[in-house]
């Protein structure tokens, strides 16, 4: 089932090829991005119908990984915040300022309960704007903006 | 012309442009390629596009084009050279807006550059999120502001509902000035009864019987003044706090029912149901208990200082002296303490959700048999709270014998002090008496103040909960200056439309126009939008792009309740509130007459069965309408719908869910409430559309096709391979795909 072949297009698209056919707008889609990111990694059409089910990143060629790998790098965009600076206040709507793994940023918090709790040491906080922020570990964090994060918890 | 791009980047620009070169267009973006965040900033000139981050620029040429997307938060922006992509921005959707207008941008200025010919006159810088003309710089419709609340003062701002009874409040405190004087007359009688009588008859002089019957009968008369007073003043502050916790309720659910679909949604029933019900009323027992008590302890301490100081100030002084001690412990630990009380709040509320989420779905846990399962949730959400409580508790537990150990450490004090004054007969032992006596009462008071802290801090997080929903403004917002339109005529104008759900774009730059009277059916997959489109039309939602406007007038201008009355909405599954048929009737237009309310029910084909049922239209129904089938609640829906007499009808499925005798009978009602309104339908079964003028076939949030069925047709085009699935298999839904059941959840 795994015999297909991808490529990038001079439109910078991903193309696939199986039993013949090609499909142009490739997009790869994690099943579940937060649960198991290097599993279960579907290949969507631009129609929003699903060509190939890859159940394993390591099951397909090195040159498909990179490809999709790098695809997804441009589509999946989660920053990781590492440290909390400033909150605008401790009711919401609050301005965080927070400094992440893709560089200092600011996030709306709405309402409190756009922090989601994933796991016991783990928050995904969506903010204003629809971009989610991730923690991984509230342990982690230093003294201050556990603090801060913890009038919101 | 000099369009006001940011001043970072200004100096930056300028150096980048040639002589006579100006910039018409800029988007700033705030992502590299690797999705870091930067700032980057693109602008278009009459003769290229430059991307000031990097040294590209893109002289215009026939075959560039610009498109965008977004994905799970992030915008894209490529630029293509034909069929090759030549590179590729991005930005958070904070941009989104902004990002369309620049590619419009884009595309009229190498479109003049083509031509040769000016650029269209400049039309008036418009708002990027709504598209309305800005007032000098802001707009109208979108200017949010920020809205911090001072937390520390929380409570002060209870005063705004404390004011109606300021003279109440005024008698209660003078009462309480009074009633704390009375009790304080007893110690200060002990003095006299120590040192004229009770050391003098140690001494051999005989006890006089009048002082003493004068001295006892002041001791009881204070204490009965004291008790007459406490009685009067507890009694007044009590019934005014209990009002003015009974205001804040109603005027918190008021406000909660403003506020928009959007709030409910992202909130859970449970944490609702608990700000405002138990919430409020633990501000209320607050003001009512322990802030009265901490009034009078203040007073009390007040009080007794000023009369130990007056009796001996030295052993005064001495006596006070733990008393910033106690002061500096109690600031100390408040911060803790009011951020754990918050803390216990919230868990709180996350217990009672587990039990509102399980309690109306309890039929699913039972046929799937995970009672187990969902015990465990609850049990889960409990020992979080035990957890959080521990927490608290460890500092709580600390607190209240650190202060008994320091009020005991005083009283040693004043004991040796006394008697190292008494043996240099600096006082007297009927002083030393009162003094022990009045400070005994002075510390316990203190031991009762230090507990204030604990409820005040309850007390404050509770009314921080209960601001935030009085603090939110709905995203529905009532317009600063309202237009109001008299009669209309129905005809809504759709320009550029775009809704998102969190990152996810559920309406893309939909136009389209309705005219006065006119009938549209709006078909499409389920998840194609159409619902979303029906709930931005009647502004449960507003647009995050592009406008709405009915009868040219945009509908964020117009007062919301009264924008509303023009539309008649019949749902899928039609909610009928508990009380009687003809209240659920005249539920829009509460002073209808009965004929009104008979005339309507004629015509939405609910009259007789009506009178059917056992008290006819005084019938009681349940919450849900239990007892009626589904064809019949949607009838009364109908005919509610029917008795505002709306210019605008929208019906979501109106006839989903029903069989298709019942559906015919519903049909022949609906005709007679679309007759002459502009009426905009759903349905999946398209057979149910045929007398609408337009059809409007949606797919992922964007128009696909628009017109008559015989036209739709014709061109065979996505209307034709739905109606032909529909043919081929009469049981085929549209909407076969679970997800229609929120979407019509939302609407509900």
Known sequence: MNSFQLIRNAAGQLVLTRNGESHAGIVPVRAFPIAAPDECISLMGIDGHEHVWIEKLSDVSDDIQTLILEELAHREFTPEIGRIRSVSSFATPSSWQVETDRGDTELLLKAEDHIRRLSASALLITDGHGVSFLIRNTENLDAHSRKLLDRFL | ??????????????????????????????????????????????????????????????????????????????????????????????????????????????????????????????????????????????????????????????????????????SGFLLMLASTAATLVPPYLTMPLMDKVLIPYQNGKPIDFVIVSWLLAGLLGSALLAWGLGWAKTYILALVSERIGADLRTITYEHLLRLSLEYFGGKRTGDLMSRIGSESDRICVFLSLHLLDFATDVLMIVMTAAILFSINPWLALVTLVPLPFIAWMIHNVRDRLRTGFEKIDRVWSEVSNVLADTIPGIRVVKAFAQERREAEHFHVANAHNLQVNDRINKIWSLFTPSVSLLTEIGLLVVWAFGIWQVSNNEITVGVLTAFLAYISRFYARLDSMSRIVSVTQKAAAGAKRIFDILDHVSSVPEPANPVHLGQIEGRIDLKGAGFRYGNRAVIKDLNLTIQPGEMIGLVGHSGSGKSTLVNLMCRFYDVSEGSISIDGVNIKSLPVSEYRRHIGLVLQDPFLFFGSIAENIAYGKPDATRAEIVAAAHAAHAHEFILRLPHGYDSLVGERGHGLSGGERQRISIARALLIDPRILILDEATASVDTETEKEIQKALDNLVHGRTTIAIAHRLSTLHKANRLVVLDKGEVVEIGSHDELMATQGAYYRLYQAQARNVDTDLNDVPAIQTDNKVSA
């Open chain 2, 1 to 170: 012309m000099t369009l006001s791009i940011p001043d970072a980047w200004r100096i930056k620009a300028q150096s980048r442009l040639t002589d006579g070169e100006t910039i018409t267009g800029h988007l700033e973006l705030n992502l590299d390629a690797q999705l870091n965040f930067t700032h980057n900033l693109l602008l278009i000139t009459d003769c290229r596009l430059i991307d000031l981050g990097s040294d590209c620029d893109y002289p215009y040429r026939d075959t560039l084009t610009l498109q965008h997307r977004d994905h799970g938060g992030v915008g894209r922006i490529e630029l293509f050279d034909g069929a090759s992509r030549l590179t590729c921005w991005f930005y958070t959707l904070a941009h989104n807006a902004a990002a369309t207008r620049f590619i419009k941008q884009f595309n009229q200025q190498q479109a003049c550059a083509r031509t040769g010919l000016p650029a269209a006159p400049d039309a008036p810088e418009l708002c990027p999120d709504c598209l309305t003309p800005l007032d000098q710089g802001e707009c109208p419709h979108c200017s949010i502001t920020l809205n911090a609340p001072p937390r520390a003062w929380t409570l002060l701002r209870l005063w705004r509902f404390a004011r109606p009874y300021q003279w109440q409040l005024l």
